[in-house]
């Protein structure tokens, strides 16, 4: 390392399917860097429904128990190994890592590392990494929809679907967006319209507000109501599917539901229906490393500009230092925040 310090981490480990006051803190020595390494000290990092579905072993092809979760990370280089380039350091980047960011210190590919804009809180532009790169690239690289384009959001007011809000109403979309009835005001003013996912006819009413159809929908709850959505496009329209809220609490195989998923998907797409069914999966594409990280790199960048113009904006729901990670975890799962809880460095 080129520098001395950082050689230890703390580190928030989650040891088997455990309720959120059953994690644990270590600390243990980071290994030696290698060619194209860094160590990065953790700024921020966050609780996303990545970890709570991992916390219940439900999230797909996720790592065997014990490990250490953190989805994502933003932070300030503090070391660098042989063929790293030793200006990185003292320099804040983000990144994307699975898991392992719950921790204050980690070891990272340099090439992995994104940079971010002078002058923005840690704990905001953490809150737009994984949710900014995924809504980004669904709205434009997979659904494509374009300016003038009519796109409905489900869960209009959580992490990505705030930032997806956003993003569509930006690029001159209209947009109708699902929440509760005392999340309508925050997405009344990111720009959507809202409509309550607890109303049973929550359907027939996107249909009064949009009577020919969608363009797009972005759905991340799945299930049974995956159908309604897929009827709420017009000819041409997109279904865009990224995840399987709904069957989180079903014991089971975490296998199951998203092959499933895939399932409906494909049958509707072979279907001559004029419209298209996609499943978002963030890490598609990673055989091709290099071109994988291309991606990775414009989008975020994209995203972290339009944080820093006041295009879009942050939400921090709470900040909770790391060893109080389990505090953290259990107000995720609570579902009264806006916004994302974010994890910060002990005081």
């Known amino acids: 390392m080129t520098s001395a310090t950082a050689t230890r981490a703390t ?62 990370v933003v932070g300030t280089v503090v070391a660098t190994g042989p063929g790293a380039d030793p200006a990185l350091t003292g320099k804040r980047f983000a990144a994307v890592t699975k898991t392992g960011a719950w921790a204050s210190h980690l070891v990272l590919d340099a090439a992995d590392l994104v940079p971010v804009p002078d002058g923005l809180d840690a704990a905001e532009v953490e809150t737009v990494v994984v949710n900014g790169i995924t809504a980004w690239q669904m709205l434009h690289r997979v659904a494509k929809a374009r300016a003038g384009a009519t796109v409905v959001v489900l869960g209009a007011n959580g992490g990505v679907g705030s930032t997806l809000v956003q993003l569509a109403k930006h690029a001159g979309m209209t947009v109708i967006g699902t929440a509760s009835p005392r999340h309508h005001d925050t997405v009344r003013a990111l720009g959507a319209t809202p409509v309550d996912y607890r109303d049973p006819a929550m359907h027939d009413r996107i249909r009064e507000l949009a009577p020919d159809g969608v363009d797009a929908v972005f759905d991340h709850v799945g299930g049974k109501a995956l159908a309604e959505s897929w009827k709420l496009l017009r000819k041409g329209g ?22 499933a998923l895939f399932a409906q998907l494909a049958m509707w797409n072979y279907s001559p229906n004029g419209k298209g069914a996609h499943f978002y999966n963030f890490w598609a594409g990673l055989r091709n490393r290099a071109e ?4 990775l790199v414009e989008d975020l960048t994209q995203v972290l500009r339009l944080l820093a113009d006041g295009v879009i904006t942050a939400k921090v729901a709470a900040r909770f230092p790391l060893s109080e990670a389990s505090a953290a975890l259990a107000l995720a799962e609570s579902r009264t925040v806006l916004g994302k809880v974010v994890i910060v460095p002990e005081v």
């Open 238 to 259: 997109t279904l865009v599917s990224y995840g399987t809220a709904a069957t989180k609490d079903v014991e089971g195989s975490s296998q199951l539901p998203v092959l």
């Open 11 to 72: 580190e928030v480990v989650l040891p088997a399917a455990v309720e959120p006051e059953g994690l644990q803190v270590r600390v243990r020595d980071l290994p030696a860097l290698t060619d194209g390494q860094v160590v990065l000290r953790m700024d921020a990092t966050g609780v996303s429904f990545a970890e709570q579905q991992m916390r219940r072993g439900k999230y797909y092809d996720q790592p065997a128990f014990p490990f250490v979760p953190g989805y994502d």
């Open 292 to 295: 994988f990280r291309g991606k």
